[in-house]
Structures are given as C-alpha cells and as structure tokens.
C-alpha cells in the first residue's frame, strides 16, 4: 500500500530565511508525486508535480523539490520564504493509469508559519 | 475560479440530521472525486466517477454515504443520520482534460454538533 510520511508537523521560519519541507513515500511502482498547498478554510492548490525526467522541478510561487528514489524523498524548497507563504503543506502520492493519476495518498500536512 | 465550485462553503447540522454536498465542475475533465480531510489530517480518498459511473468507493464510505453524479455533470455526497465524526471538510476535484493533476474545489466544512 502507499503511504507519504510527512515527519514535520509544523515549522517555523523568519521571513527571507530558506525553507525545506521534508517528505517520503512508501510505493511499489514509479511513483507520481505532487505537492499542494492549503490556506485556511480553503481547497488545496498544485505547487509542483513530478512525473519523470528531470528530478528537480520547479514550481510556482518559487518553489522547488527533488525527487531522489534512494531515499523515497521529494522535499520542498524554497530559496527564500516570504510571510504570504504561510499555510499548511501537503505531499501526495500517486499511481498512473490510462493516461492520468488517481486516488492521491496525502501526508498529514505541514504547517508553516512565517514570521516577520 | 478553481474549476470546481462546491456549495454550500459551510454546513453545521445537529446530530442525526441528513445533510447533501453539491459540487459543480466547472472546467472540461475526465474524472470527478470526492475526499474528505479532518482536522491534522490530509485529505483521503472516497471515491471516483468517470461521467456518471461511480468506480470505486472507498471503506471510509459507510452505508451512511451515498454519491451520486447524474448525467456525468454535477456530483452530490449525500450523508445520512450524521455523527459526529462525520464532521470534516469535503473536497470535491476533477481531472481537467488539459492537465494530469487534480483540480480541487474550496471544499464543504460539515460541523456535526
């Protein structure tokens, strides 16, 4: 079965400094994997997605992470984090059929806060 | 525009009551899904339709839980004699025809009290 750890419940960082957001996978294939972003009381928006390729994918908002199969990782990065940045953090997990991805595993989630 | 609406944003209904999700998509996809995320938690999975066929559904859907997508347009998550650990947020997405990845709606908060 495929799981996504998140080990970070919640972290805090000064505005401007980098910011890394850990995230693991446990799956038997090719994993397809994606990070979104949720503000408060709101539906979750795609930052970045990694499908194949290049493992280093860049994102919107500035955003990037790195896919490394040896260590089943996909962290979230960002050179320099600004206080609109603030929100909770998901990482997911998921198998390809017929041409697109379904049923996402999700992390719990990591919650930043920026301050200033 | 998300390319998904769902209403109503907020539901809080008392204990045993029946309440129903709309979810309205808004752009061209291919499959529909509804999940659902307490609080600390991710969001997990429900189940899937592709046009009006349901495909999967999963054990967190009880006999209390019906969905439901008449003529492959909007969907509607129906839950009956609600508990309390029915509170959450329901997300509705879709696949858009375009894009590989899932479009989410703001979701569906149910408090249960």
């Known amino acids: 079965a495929q799981s996504v750890t998140q080990p970070d419940i919640h972290i805090t960082v000064s505005e401007g400094a980098s910011l890394e957001l850990r995230c693991n996978y446990s799956y038997g294939a090719t994993p397809y994997l994606f990070w979104y972003v949720q503000s408060p009381g709101q539906g979750l928006q795609l930052l970045l997605k990694y499908f194949s390729g290049d493992t280093l994918v860049q994102g919107i908002k500035g955003f990037e992470a790195e896919f490394k199969r040896s260590q089943s990782s996909f962290n979230l990065r960002k050179p320099s984090v600004h206080w609109s940045d603030a929100a909770e953090y998901f990482c997911?997990?998921?198998?390809?059929?017929?041409?697109?991805?379904?049923?996402?595993?999700f992390g719990k989630g990591t919650l930043l806060t920026v301050n200033p | 525009d998300t390319g998904v609406s769902q209403n109503p944003r907020h539901k809080i209904t008392k204990r045993g009551q029946n309440v129903t999700f709309r979810c309205d998509p808004i752009?061209?996809?291919?499959?529909l899904y509804w999940y659902r995320q307490t609080l600390g938690q991710g969001p997990e999975f429900l189940t899937y339709?592709?046009?009006?066929?349901?495909?999967?559904k999963s054990r967190l859907l009880s006999d209390r839980f019906s969905a439901e997508r008449p003529k492959g347009s909007f969907s509607t998550l129906e839950i009956q004699r609600t508990e309390q650990g029915d509170s959450a947020m329901y997300l509705c997405?879709?696949?858009?025809?375009?894009?590989?990845?899932?479009?989410f709606g703001s979701g569906t908060r149910l408090t249960v009290v």
């Open positions: 752009s061209e996809h291919n499959r």
């Open positions: 997911a997990v998921g198998p390809w059929s017929g041409g697109s991805n379904y049923k996402l595993t």
């Open positions: 339709f592709q046009n009006e066929a349901q495909l999967e």
């Open positions: 997405a879709i696949e858009p025809r375009d894009s590989p990845y899932y479009t």
